[in-house]
């Protein structure tokens, strides 16, 4: 059976070589062999899945060993998969919403040229993120957490006409690379400390080595999930990511390449472990960004960056509980699956909401939409309900697990992380009930628009083709865009019951993550009615704000808080004035002093050789009889030299 | 005891006198040769320094090289060299202005500098004793230096002669010009020049309208201007042509003078003589015009 | 005697010079698919060459030997290790690539000039540098080395001076002083170094009384050869401004931008991915094994400058507007990781650097030769006068960003392995260093990007519009190099198997071992 | 008297032909010059002759005058050849051989 495993790699990779070296041959059927190999990997992840169900608890972990990588003296890198209930969880995961999403793309794309190439680098992004979760070693995650900065890379710059998606696409690029800079450090720092890279070896000796030499991995770590995250510091190429086709925001920037940060950290939880002063920064990181995320969602009126401030948010979460030891593992895994169905079915409703309206992204002009789409209206509501915790839903059950275990890392921390957590929780239900009843309540603010706002820029390089000046006709979208979202939203609602009932999922993955009861100072109950209440109370202010009243269809100028929030908080601002520019002016310092003082004095060098030369040349006037007097006084000078040497 | 002997390892009272005096002549006769501004006159001085070198030789036991310094050098280089010098021009007289920068003031020095450098050096060796010709010479300089010449040294001696032959070559190749076509005649030039059309009727007679009658004083033009075509081309190249384009003016201003001072009333202001306004060119412009 | 295979491999690439050059002016067309001919053949010699190698056997393999200047001990000395091995493989795979990237690099203006002869020259001097690379690879002869060394400046010299890019944004007069320029300023810097190398060889003869390497190796580790500490720093010295000089090490590195920027792409290609590999290559083989004391003592010193060059470069290449000086900057930067992997004294060091030298060969060659395709069709290096080309040439754009992936090391392609190990065999021994030097990729990724957004993504300039994608005889350039690049990137095993006994025998010579692990946990 | 006279004579002769080729412009005067070396060069070589006891000295003399008289008709021609397409015997204006 472990022979299965490279095929889950296999099967997308192949899809990415066909559809991108295929060329135009390919065009017809393009959508269709991508779709098809995304979901053949699929079944090939259920029938692993079946396997280890078939397994004894502490036997599920398989490995593949393909072949010796880079062997080098004591650097000793394998091509080896494994797959333990961890990584199957993510196969699933990525697979599954992976190919409903294929599914979506094959209406959503249907007017693009370059369809195939869009389905080329999905199934590209599919074989990458496999990689990641199933390497058995950091280096060969390594390779994996490249290839979906890659396939992230060209999938936001899909659209590469348009500057803004081609600078955002290398925004992301460069951003998560910073953050790789983290996990290539952290692999070096392995290798010195205990020879090797692979998990089971170096998880299992951590206990050989300093907590320093620990704490200093966990950081790189976490730097690493940082990048790819999209936690704070460096969460900023999120927002600009949305430039990319709605279907890659719902996968790789909601669903699954953003929640890697998360597998890496629990993935390493031994590691963290044992390393407290990391867990604390993974914590305060998590807590950090969950807040920062939901402010940032209160303010954006384009809908995917609100969604996009949202999933910050909610990986906040995630990393929140990851950093909280055995304690959150589980639940933040836990969270990471249902977030994946609630959000991918966000983004695709939202998607489908563009799609019917011009790809309009302003949520300044939408509204009453619940009449015209009513399956989109549906799952996205469902999906909204689940994010908020409704209880009963996915994100009640994985997002009040998450606050009690922050309640239970007790002391002073424990209050201030638990609080940051219930606090998000209200805040999430604040922002998801405006994005809700500006786009699907209140008038019809899209009908009789006299000219197209010029704040937000319109994503879909079809809007101009299509005629923007026209007043849309909102439609439900097509079957095969509906069959997803409607998937995605059944997932949304019983995922999180049907995990948490009899702690399937606690059971499922406790022999890899490890467990341990959390006991918050107060009472579970208590911490669920407090959620209860914030999530009230978020609702009810939101529609205070926009249920009653009407949306401005322009965006009033807002408070000081507000206008920083539209401004993702000033952070892109900062990283603008002092990397951008200072970067610009180093270089353009560089060059010049490349050329005036490196060149220079090699130049200089030339240069006074020549003039030199130069004067030494007018000596060679080109008067024989001057030559001749150099040469009577050089005569001159040896018979001198002659007589001294006698003398002497 | 043979002045042969004598000459060979010491030296006479007469030998001495002769010595000073005639070292006296070598001395001038080559600081003529240096100095002296004809071609001429330097090397009618190199000369007389030779033919003092060959009374040297003599004194000193050479007799074979003293006649040949007569013969060959004074005699027959001595000879080409005048020989060149006539023909690039007797009284071409060499300027002694210096044109290359410091170059004399340099050489001077350097000359002072070596001299003195190669005097102390002499008078630093150690030359007292001198071995004398006597024996060398017992069977005839002539002989001695044959013998010599014709073992010891055949290979030099052969590859002199090489050496002289090859040189002869050269210096034909270098001054012979070979004519490769047939010369032309008369008629072809004339035919080449009506052809050309550049100067067709006959070169101007010197000094034809001039009131000087001699070839190396250009004739004037009616502008008053020296037409420089009438004057010999070998003359115009040395650079002999005698200018008297002024003269007639000045000796007009010169009449006018007296005039004035003689009658004291005021000259009629002669018309102010504009050069530029009628050159050469003009009147040749003139004159194809008229054509 | 077995058959001089070694001299087979030098020789073939001279004597395809020789009949290139001779070839007619009329059939310049059989002048180029003679030199091809004779790469492919000279590759075939280089891949027996890399089959008959065992790794596990002696240290230099398939040696000759023969006597040359008696009077001082010069030998005709040949033999390659695990490292010559990978390096005349590259060589060999490079030139075709080359030649058939310049096959009309050298034509005549205009057509129909029957008399044309440079087209001849040109890849008569290609194949002239490898034949003297393929040598300089060989020599175990310090003198030998020394005389091809230098040798293969005078065609480099010509191919940089004389044969341009076609077009030029500011007029052929401009373009022809800018490139004699380059030429003249390359050819002085890698005299001087050549010179004082020169002096270092002398001086070597002097004190061990012979050139041969193995024998001064050989002498220099059982102690029979002792040189005053002195004597051998400055000597190291001596060799290694030289080899400096040709990798190019920061700051003697001011000559690669020009003459990459003024020669045609393939020459670029030539100069930075296999000519300044011989002076890596040279500092393996000649600083590690015959000043091994001095090597170390120069180590901190040098790994400072490899680390200014891996940022520095890469920082210029950000500021630069051409395209071919950000490609040549960002080789800077890659020279500073090979230099840095080598002195790192760690097998991940300088395996990695080994491999580096190979896979940046190849991935140079991607990037550099499609950008040669890519102005070629403009007619300007500027980056200012392109844009959107992805849209109107898609298989261009799609190589290029291939070739920029392998320059920004992203894994799956071979640059990957390579700079990850000599980011941690440098790690292992000096991490303040390996830290530093690991901001070098993020720079990397932000010039690759920055140019690939400026030249390929974006709105369409008319200029463009009509650009023609790549024409099969370009795809046959690039398809190879990128299956490579992939194929080196997924099993790098074969030639890291070729290149590890080599690296173990050098760090022997240097007396160093690997650092242990921490926790020897995989023990 | 001592005959080393003759060599002070021989070199203050040549002395004085040595600056006369670096002052004079003339190509023929410069020539002259040159002879005038040569004359005190062959001076000097009697002189050993004599001092020595021997004929060598007068040996070289007699070749050195064979030289010069080689060097007189090679180098008259080419002044001759030289005045004929410049017109002018003075060395300073062959003064091509420069930048």
Not at chain 2, 20 to 39: D, E, N, S
Not at chain 2, 81 to 102: H, N, P, Q, R, Y
Not at chain 2, 189 to 202: C, H, N, W
Not at chain 3, 341 to 353: K, R, V
Request: proline share 4%; aromatic share 10%; glycine share 10%.
């Amino acid at each position: 059976m472990e022979n299965l495993i490279a095929l889950l790699i296999a099967a997308p990779l192949l899809g990415a070589a066909v559809l991108l070296v295929g060329g135009r041959r390919l065009d017809a059927v393009g959508h269709w062999i991508g779709t098809l190999l995304a979901a053949a990997s699929f079944v090939v992840g259920l029938v692993l899945f079946a396997g280890l169900l078939g397994r004894g608890t502490e036997d599920r972990t398989l490995t593949q060993h393909l072949f010796s990588w880079i062997p080098v003296a004591g650097f000793q890198a394998d091509v080896t998969f494994r797959l333990d209930q961890l990584s199957m969880t993510f196969v699933l995961l990525i697979t599954g919403v992976g190919s409903l999403i294929h599914l979506y793309s094959v209406g959503y794309m249907e007017h693009d040229e370059r369809r195939r190439r869009f389905f080329g680098y999905l199934n590209l992004f599919l074989a990458a993120m496999l990689l990641l979760v199933l390497a058995d070693n950091y280096l060969l995650l390594y390779v994996g957490w490249e290839g979906v900065g890659l396939a992230s890379y060209l999938l936001i710059g899909f659209w590469q006409h348009k500057p803004s998606a081609a600078t955002a696409a290398k925004k992301a690029f460069l951003v998560n690379r910073v953050g790789d800079m983290g996990l290539s450090i952290a692999i070096m720092l392995m290798f010195t400390t205990f020879g090797t890279f692979a998990f089971g070896p170096v998880l299992g000796h951590v206990g050989d080595t300093s907590e320093g030499r620990l704490t200093a991995i966990g950081l790189m770590l976490l730097l690493a999930a940082c990048g790819k995250s999209a936690q704070v510091p460096l969460q900023s190429w999120l927002g600009d990511a949305m430039e990319g086709p709605t279907p890659v925001s719902a996968l790789i920037h909601a669903a699954t390449m953003v929640t890697a940060g998360v597998y890496l950290i629990v993935r390493s939880g031994a590691l963290f472990n044992a390393a407290p002063d990391a867990q604390l920064a993974v914590t305060v990181v998590g807590a950090v960004t969950l807040l920062f995320g939901a402010i940032v969602g209160c303010a954006k009126d384009d809908i995917k960056k609100a969604l996009a401030g949202s999933t910050m948010s909610q990986i906040g979460y995630m990393v929140l509980a990851a950093g909280l030891g055995p304690v959150g593992y589980v639940f933040a895994i836990m969270h990471l699956v249902t977030h994946g169905f609630f959000k991918a079915g966000l983004f695709l409703g939202a998607g489908s909401v563009m799609h019917a309206m011009n790809d309009e992204v302003d949520m300044r002009k939408y509204g009453g939409l619940r009449k015209y789409m009513p399956v989109t209206f549906v799952t996205f509501g469902l999906g909204y309900l689940a994010i908020i915790g409704f209880p009963g839903l996915s994100g009640f059950f994985s997002k009040d697990k998450i606050i009690e275990a922050a309640f239970a890392k007790g002391g002073t921390e424990g209050w201030i992380l638990g609080g940051a957590a219930l606090l998000g929780a209200a805040i999430t239900a604040f922002y998801m009930t405006r994005v809700m009843l500006m786009t699907f309540f209140g008038e019809e603010r899209w009908r009789n628009r006299p000219t197209p706002s010029p704040a937000e820029p319109s994503v879909e390089p079809a809007a101009e083709e299509r005629g923007e000046h026209a007043e849309p006709h909102p439609h439900e979208s097509p079957k095969v865009m509906t069959i997803p979202m409607i998937v995605l939203a059944v997932g949304s609602v019983f995922g999180g019951a049907f995990f948490s009932l009899g702690d399937r999922f606690l059971h499922w993955l406790e022999p890899v993550t490890g467990h341990q009861e959390g006991h918050p100072p107060v009472s579970a109950w208590t911490v669920t009615a407090a959620t209860l209440v914030c999530l009230v109370l978020g609702a009810g202010l939101a529609w205070a704000q926009y249920g009653r009243r009407p949306v401005p269809a322009v965006a009033p100028r807002g408070s000081l808080l507000t206008r920083a929030a539209r401004r993702d908080l000033l952070q892109d601002d900062f990283n603008h004035v002092v990397l951008v520019r200072g970067g610009e002016h180093l270089t353009r310092t560089l060059v010049y002093l490349d050329h005036s003082l490196v060149d220079g004095v090699v130049n200089g060098t030339a240069a006074s050789v020549g003039g030199l030369s130069g004067r030494l040349r007018r000596l060679q006037n080109g008067f024989a009889r001057s030559y001749a007097v150099s040469m009577f006084g050089g005569a001159a000078v040896l018979v001198a030299a002659t007589l001294l040497m006698r003398a002497v | 005891m043979t002045a042969q002997h004598l000459a060979a390892y010491s030296t006479s009272t007469g030998e001495a006198v002769q010595f000073w005096i005639l070292a006296t002549v070598a001395v001038l006769g080559a600081l003529g040769t240096v100095f002296l501004k004809r071609a001429v006159h330097s090397a009618l001085c190199l000369a007389g320094t030779m033919i003092v070198l060959a009374v040297f030789y003599l004194a000193n036991g050479a007799y074979f090289l003293g006649i040949v310094q007569i013969v060959v050098y004074t005699g027959a280089i001595m000879m080409l060299f005048l020989f060149v010098v006539m023909l690039v021009g007797v009284t071409a007289a060499d300027s002694l202005k210096e044109t290359i920068k410091g170059q004399r003031w340099l050489a001077l020095l350097c000359g002072l500098g070596f001299g003195v450098l190669l005097l102390g050096g002499i008078g630093n060796a150690s030359l007292k004793e001198f071995d004398g010709l006597a024996q060398a010479n017992a069977g005839g300089n002539v002989e001695g230096l044959a013998s010599l010449l014709f073992t010891r040294y055949v290979f030099a001696f052969e590859v002199t002669g090489a050496l002289l032959i090859t040189a002869a070559v050269g210096a034909m190749v270098l001054t012979h010009r070979e004519r490769t076509e047939r010369a032309r005649t008369q008629r072809e030039l004339a035919e080449q020049r009506i052809r050309e059309g550049t100067y067709i009727p006959p070169l101007p007679a010197p000094g034809v309208y001039a009131r000087h009658n001699a070839v190396d004083i250009a004739a004037l033009l009616p502008d008053g201007t020296p037409s420089e075509l009438s004057v010999s081309k070998t003359l115009r190249r040395r650079g002999q042509i005698r200018d008297v384009s002024r003269e007639a003016l000045n000796d007009l201003r010169a009449l006018e003078q007296r005039a004035v001072e003689r009658l004291e009333r005021k000259a009629i202001e002669p018309p102010h003589f504009k050069r530029a306004g009628f050159k050469r060119a003009d009147f040749k412009r003139a004159e194809e015009a008229s054509k | 005697m077995s058959f001089p295979l070694l001299t087979a491999t030098a020789a073939l690439p001279a004597v395809g010079a020789i009949a290139t050059a001779a070839v007619p002016a009329a059939r310049r067309t059989a002048a180029k698919w003679l030199a091809l001919l004779f790469s492919l053949a000279t590759l075939a010699l280089a891949v027996t060459v890399a089959i008959r190698f065992d790794p596990g056997g002696a240290r230099y393999q398939l040696t000759e030997s023969h006597a040359w200047i008696k009077d001082f001990g010069v030998r005709y000395e040949l033999g390659v290790d695990g490292i010559a091995v990978a390096l005349i493989a590259l060589t060999a795979v490079l030139i075709p690539f080359i030649v058939l990237a310049g096959w009309h690099d050298a034509d005549p203006l205009e057509t129909g000039n029957r008399r044309w002869r440079p087209t001849q020259g040109f890849f008569a001097l290609i194949l002239a540098v490898e034949a003297m690379v393929i040598l300089s690879f060989e020599a175990t002869d310090v003198f030998l080395f020394y005389i091809f060394f230098e040798a293969m400046l005078i065609p480099m010299y010509f191919l940089i001076g004389g044969f341009g890019d076609r077009a030029h944004a500011h007029g052929e007069e401009t373009a022809s002083t800018q490139r004699s320029y380059a030429a003249v300023k390359f050819l002085l810097y890698n005299l001087v170094g050549g010179l004082i190398m020169l002096a270092a060889v002398i001086g070597l003869y002097v004190v061990a009384g012979n050139f041969s390497l193995q024998e001064i190796a050989q002498a220099r580790a059982d102690g029979s050869l002792h040189m005053a500490t002195g004597t051998e720093r400055w000597l190291f010295l001596g060799f290694f401004f030289a080899f400096a000089v040709k990798a190019p090490l920061w700051p003697l590195h001011t000559w690669l931008p020009n003459a990459m920027g003024e020669a045609t792409a393939p020459v670029a290609v030539l100069i930075t991915a296999v000519v300044d590999k011989v002076g890596t290559f040279a500092m393996l083989r000649f600083c590690l094994q015959l000043f091994p004391g001095a090597s170390k003592w120069a180590t901190p010193v040098i790994l400072v400058l490899a680390l200014i060059s891996i940022l520095y470069g890469a920082l210029l290449a950000v500021g630069q507007r051409d395209i071919k000086r950000l490609v040549a900057y960002a080789s800077i930067s890659h020279f500073g990781f090979i230099i840095m992997g080598i002195f790192a004294m760690t097998s991940q060091g300088q395996s990695g650097a080994t491999l580096y030298m190979v896979n940046h060969g190849i991935s140079t060659a991607a990037l550099m030769l499609v950008a040669g395709f890519l102005i070629s069709r403009r007619g300007s290096r500027l980056i200012a006068d392109y844009g959107g080309v992805q849209k109107v040439a898609p298989v261009l754009a799609g190589t290029f960003l291939i070739g920029g992936l392998a320059t920004l090391s992203l894994p799956g392609l071979a640059p990957f392995v390579s700079e990850f190990l000599v980011l941690v065999g440098t790690f292992t021994r000096h991490p303040a260093i390996g830290v530093v030097a690991t901001f070098g990729i993020v720079l990397a990724a932000l010039y690759t990007l920055v140019l690939y957004q400026r030249t390929m993504t974006g709105p369409v300039k008319p200029e463009v519009a009509a650009m023609p994608d790549l024409r099969v005889r370009e795809v046959a350039v690039v398809a190879p190099l990128i299956v490579l690049l992939v194929f080196l990137g997924v099993y790098p095993k074969p030639v890291a198997d070729i290149v590890n006994p080599a690296v173990q025998q050098t760090l022997s010579d240097v007396h160093k071992k690997d650092p242990r692990p921490e926790v020897e946990a995989a023990k | 008297m001592n005959p080393v006279n003759y060599l002070y004579l021989a070199a203050l002769l040549f002395t004085i032909g040595a600056t006369g080729v670096l002052v004079r412009r003339n190509a023929i005067v410069v020539f002259m010059c040159i002879e005038l070396m040569l004359n005190a060069c062959n001076l000097a070589f009697v002189a050993f002759s004599r001092m020595h006891g021997n004929l060598d000295g007068q040996i070289i003399a007699f070749f050195t005058m064979v030289v010069a008289a080689a060097e007189v008709v090679v180098g008259l021609a080419i002044i001759v050849s030289l005045f004929r397409t410049r017109h002018s015997a003075s060395v300073d204006d062959a003064s091509l051989m420069k930048l």
